[in-house]
DNA sequence: CTACCTGCAAAGACTTTGCACGTGT
DNA sequence: ACACGTGCAAAGTCTTTGCAGGTAG
């Protein structure tokens, strides 16, 4: 398959958007997936390599989401494939456990590539400006106990942060 | 103003309706609004006092929620108001400070009463059965502190647990 | 070759908005 | 009296689905 690399710098994509904060696209790398990494992941779980899923995990793995379903759409340049592609390939590579889906209570979910060994994080939301920033090592391992206080099994949890980054104040 | 009494048992209106648990029904009420007190912090916000403000309010004191829109409707029985003006009314009364609005993921947004001195929790919910159990004393209060290490003032927080309960095991 | 993937169009779910009429204060 | 609230209809946004044609393995 020819892989036609139609990423686009996403300086160029997101100009005046104010919501994705440009420091947090500069993230270190040293858990992310390369392409070829990611590739053998999604064909270990029976999915194809089409041109639509490469391009996707081509812009997650430069930029540093979470990005939206159309902002990942305009990433990959809307040549690439419909919106309802989209949609589809991001169902397919978050069941190869490549990508995450979060939800910020917008109403609008957003997806952000995995670290691998599945080292999770959490955000930090400005009321104001609507920058997402991401919190590393939040020493919250153990939060989940909360849960399996009350007899619960196989817990995870969802927690975002929300207030006024030092800009807005 | 006639105010009438429309709120019908939420048992016979949920019946069938496993994702909210009847468990959580039963709150312990030591630090909830009474109707009275929510009529006048609704008026002290400089909002009026009409019936399906007052039959929103009544339900959601008598039904430990979170609930959808959707669900405050039936409760309030569809004969009080529109389903437009619920999520009007629901505006308001989150203006007014006396509910919040949760959002579990699931691109619905679910309403509860507040308590009195902002005393907040959070949720557990099963993956399976889609119950939704509040957690009470958390012991998460400095939770903050990790957004406000960042430079974030006003910080607030989400955080929900997934997982599956007992039943669900 | 065949199951899987995609494009296009349409529908679906949830929520918001416009406007005329009604009501609380 | 008049600003605020409501009903009905319509539109808006995000997401999913159906189906015919295309493609990876």
Redesign the pocket.
Known sequence: ??INCNIIAIEDILSGVTYIDRMTLEHDPKEQYDLKSALEEL?RA????????VAILQALIANHGPF???EIHKLVTKR??????I???L??IEKAGLIKRCEFGD???RYELCEKKNHHHHHVICKSCKKIETLDDCELQEIDRFARKRGFAQVSHSLEFFGLCPACK
Not at 46 to 53: A, H, K, L, S
Not at 80 to 85: N, P
């Open positions: 398959m020819h064909k029976r999915f194809r390599i089409t041109e639509p899923r939206t379903v159309e690439v494939c419909d919106l309802v592609t949609y589809r390939c169902a397919s109403g609008t979910a």
